[in-house]
């Protein structure tokens, strides 16, 4: 149940099998039905999630009741409501199961004890960081600038398996579009 978990950590940087046993024991295995909450705007966040099987949504609702869609995190990934966990303030997001899902999931204290005691393991979560910087940039500059059917374009070029596994409703959410739009414009391309 864990040889997801270690061979991300053997492909992100150099470890040996001791201190990969010693990592997964702070893991514990959790099975997640679809449309789980793992966390609701409100709360704070106490856990970080490695994804072995499903995924996980990050989103919030804004006051008209329409959904907005920060990211997917798929197998192979850690998920986490991220500035929640770090600041320990309530979540603005929410953050859901949209498949039926395994899980591996550490609390915060355990995580943070191994940043501090693992160099290997502060590497990823640095690895992590960085990523999640990236990927917020991407969205607020790429996005920003592209008119929707070049969103669409991003879409199939970068993350086709959204448009296989996702709802057309999530995905629009992601993109800023209404699903009808997403359809729309799916069909010309």
């Excluded at 969103?151 to 993109?175: D, E, P």
Aim: glycine share 4%; with cysteine; aromatic share 14%.
């Amino acid at each position: 149940m864990h040889s997801q978990l270690e061979e991300y950590f053997k492909t992100r940087t150099e470890i040996d099998d001791k201190t990969l046993s010693y990592i997964s024991s702070y893991f514990k295995i959790k099975k997640i039905k679809r449309n789980e909450f793992l966390l609701k705007e409100g709360e704070i966040c106490k856990h970080f999630y490695f994804i072995n099987k499903g995924c996980i949504r990050l989103f919030n609702i804004n006051k008209d009741g329409e959904e907005g869609t920060r990211y997917f995190h798929f197998e192979d990934a850690f998920g986490t409501a991220l500035p929640s966990l770090i600041n320990q303030k309530p979540s603005y997001e929410f953050m859901q199961t949209i498949e039926p899902s395994e899980l591996l999931v550490i609390n915060r204290e355990d995580y943070f004890h191994l940043v501090e005691i693992v160099p290997q393991f502060a590497i990823v979560y640095r690895q992590i960081l960085e990523l999640a910087y990236l990927k917020s940039q991407e969205r607020i500059y790429c996005f920003q600038s592209l008119e929707a059917i070049e969103k669409v374009r991003w879409v199939l070029t970068n993350q086709s398996k959204w448009l296989t596994r996702l709802s057309n409703k999530m995905v629009a959410s992601y993109l800023g579009l209404t699903p009808q739009t997403l359809s729309r414009l799916k069909s010309k391309l």
